[in-house]
């Protein structure tokens, strides 16, 4: 993960920035890029079940981490939606 934060860092990213993981699976990236940097993360899924996964994770996340501030604030800059390209 630190040379993909690395990577980020030499195209200047910042608060602004938008990471968006297509096919998303359950997560696992999206959540390391949003603890990792200050982007706002999106994970893209077509497969239902690995989107509502994602979102269930992201909700226990939420609630066993409420108390850190920092991870709250990562958390709160998690996505995930279900979306099939060929429909």
């Given at each position: 993960?630190?040379?993909?934060?690395?990577?980020?860092?030499e195209v200047g990213i910042n608060r602004d920035s938008v990471f968006i993981d297509i096919g998303s699976g359950f997560g696992k990236v999206v959540f390391d890029v949003a603890i990792s940097t200050t982007m706002f993360c999106f994970g893209i899924e077509m497969m239902q079940d690995r989107c509502n996964y994602s979102?269930?994770?992201?909700?226990?996340?939420?609630?066993?981490?409420?108390?850190?501030?920092?991870l709250s604030k990562a958390l709160?800059?998690?996505?995930?939606?279900?979306?099939?390209?060929?429909?």
């Open positions: 993960m630190a040379q993909v934060v690395s990577a980020f860092n979102n269930d994770v992201l909700g226990r996340f939420k609630e066993l981490f409420k108390n850190n501030p920092y709160d800059r998690v996505k995930f939606v279900h979306l099939n390209a060929r429909n």
